[in-house]
């Protein structure tokens, strides 16, 4: 295990880019254990890394980086986000986008978006965001595009994360389009 290209690749998600990484961080930058793993294991090189290996890598370096306690993990200094903002409803964009492994795409078709392994389903404003985050499991991901201000309309309840994720419990398939 090469627990220094381990620590880049956590200090990128959690000071960083936590929407690419699906992330959902609270006001003081701590994420479920169990959310980093599940979000790393999507990545081949990082399919293996368990808890103890998080725990080995913090004790490695003199400079102290992260911790852990109570099944969670936050990076100590050198964020770049925005402080995240408690979830309350909100009223969407018109549209918002989902990237996705082309694999999942005729399940979530017929079953809708579902949070999985996540408290919330990930959605973006901008495409690009959409992309950034499918290209991590799927090199062409498809992206789908999500009638959001029509399901506010229907009563399904969006949230906004922060300045570039917003949240649903849930997206019902006829809410959900590929874009083309």
Not at 6 to 29: M, Q, T, V
Not at 59 to 68: H, I
Request: overall charge neutral.
């Amino acid at each position: 295990m090469n627990y220094q290209k381990l620590s880049k690749e956590i200090s990128y998600a959690l000071r960083h880019a936590p929407h690419e990484y699906e992330l959902e961080l609270d006001e003081y930058g701590w994420v479920q254990t169990e959310q980093l793993l599940h979000s790393l294991h999507e990545q081949p090189v990082w399919r293996n890394v368990s808890e103890k290996d998080l725990q080995v890598m913090i004790s490695q370096f003199d400079k102290k980086r992260f911790e852990m306690e109570n099944g969670k993990m936050r990076a100590l200094y050198g964020h770049s986000t925005a402080k995240r903002v408690l979830k309350e409803e909100s009223e969407p964009p018109e549209f918002l986008y989902h990237g996705t492994p082309k694999r999942f795409v005729s399940l979530i078709l017929e079953q809708g978006l579902l949070p999985k392994g996540r408290q919330y389903v990930h959605l973006s404003e901008e495409i690009q965001t959409a992309k950034q985050v499918g290209k991590r499991r799927d090199t062409h991901p498809t992206i789908l595009k999500i009638e959001a201000k029509k399901a506010w309309a229907n009563k399904v309840t969006f949230y906004h994360g922060n300045e570039m994720v917003w949240l649903a419990d849930k997206i019902d398939r006829q809410y959900i389009s590929i874009l083309e």
